[in-house]
């Protein structure tokens, strides 16, 4: 047996994130297991989107927050990482210069990526098989900038689709009629077909409702009970979600257009059904940094990948 950690970065346009995850490595199989997860809210998107530009304060932020980084990957003795940018970047007019900028101060090398390659990356954590007796599932991210939509039949990936439909593009009102009926269209030509399918929800938002459910971990949430907190929720003030609902102040504003996000999409695609295992980008970007460095460094074959069972 070998264990190794390895590390993500994932710079979203909400918060980026630094998962570090212990890899074991038996003669057939390699388990996944969470060891620490890093989110600063560093919101590139409320620039990005709005000024099509990120100001030299927040761009200074992000570095500070990619050196820290740095250091826990070093603390951690992590032995290879990747580093991923999405929407927020790939809108912003001096992205590559922020990207080289963390290149020079923290050190650290990320990758601008198109949403095609974040469905593909989200597919590499094998989540198909986490959730255990579906056979066609939609895989639904939700971030700030975007929303990722992914098609999975009996495990293989049929179609993905990334609509720049996000929470903090609704809260700013930059999402229009014609981007609503963009994504309606794409749903039901591409779920009609299918019989029993159900959603696999991703992201820091249905991840807290999730755990304000109360449910059992495995069990999903419904249209209607998302449909009551949507309205409760709504319906309270920015500082009551904070004292209330414990939300973050982060968290406070953006789960309202999370949850319209989710609804349209149950809505259209006609499922009533949104299982939470936990799983995100983060998650694959793990596996890929895996993949990058047994390459170069590891002749043995492992065909066989598991992830650890969510005890967050």
């Known amino acids: 047996m070998e264990l190794s ?3 993500a970065i ?9 998962l570090i995850c212990n890899v074991i490595e038996t003669d057939t199989e390699v388990y996944f297991k969470k060891s620490q997860l890093t989110r600063v809210p560093v919101r590139l998107g409320i620039e990005s989107f709005i000024d099509g530009k990120i100001s030299k304060a927040t761009a200074n932020r992000l570095v500070e927050a990619m050196k820290a980084f740095k250091h826990l990957m070093n603390a951690n003795e992590v032995v290879h990482y990747k580093g991923c940018a999405t929407s927020a970047m ?13 290149k020079k101060e923290a050190k650290i090398d990320i990758d601008i990526i198109s949403g095609k390659l974040e469905a593909e990356i989200i597919f590499a954590t094998h989540i198909e098989a986490i959730i255990e007796g579906i056979d066609d599932f939609l895989y639904v991210d939700v971030g700030g900038g975007s929303t990722e939509l992914t098609l999975f039949h009996k495990g293989k990936l049929i179609v993905s689709k990334s609509f720049n439909i996000g929470t903090l593009r609704v809260l700013q009102n930059m999402v229009s009629d014609k981007d ?3 994504m309606s269209e794409w749903l039901v030509s591409n779920t009609s077909s299918y019989k029993n399918i159900s959603i696999i929800g991703s992201g820091g938002n ?7 459910s109360m449910k059992e ?4 949430l419904d249209f209607k009970y998302l449909t009551k907190q949507f309205n409760t929720i709504n319906a309270m003030s920015y500082e009551d979600r904070m004292i209330e609902l414990d939300l973050n102040p982060d968290r406070a504003d953006v789960i309202i257009p999370a949850l319209q996000i989710y609804l349209n999409v149950m809505k259209w695609s006609k499922i009533d059904s949104v299982y939470v295992p936990k799983i995100g980008l983060s998650d694959g970007i793990i596996r890929y940094a895996y993949k990058d460095y047994t390459k170069t460094h590891n002749s043995k074959k492992r065909s066989v990948f598991k992830s650890e069972k969510n005890e967050d």
């Open 217 to 220: 971990m495995g069990k999903p």
């Open 10 to 18: 994932d710079i979203g346009s909400n918060a980026v994130r630094l």
């Open 90 to 102: 790939r809108d912003a007019s001096n992205g590559e210069e922020l990207i080289a900028q963390i």
């Open 180 to 182: 609503w009926s963009k």
């Open 206 to 212: 249905i991840n807290k409702m999730f755990k304000m």
């Open 5 to 7: 950690k390895y590390a």
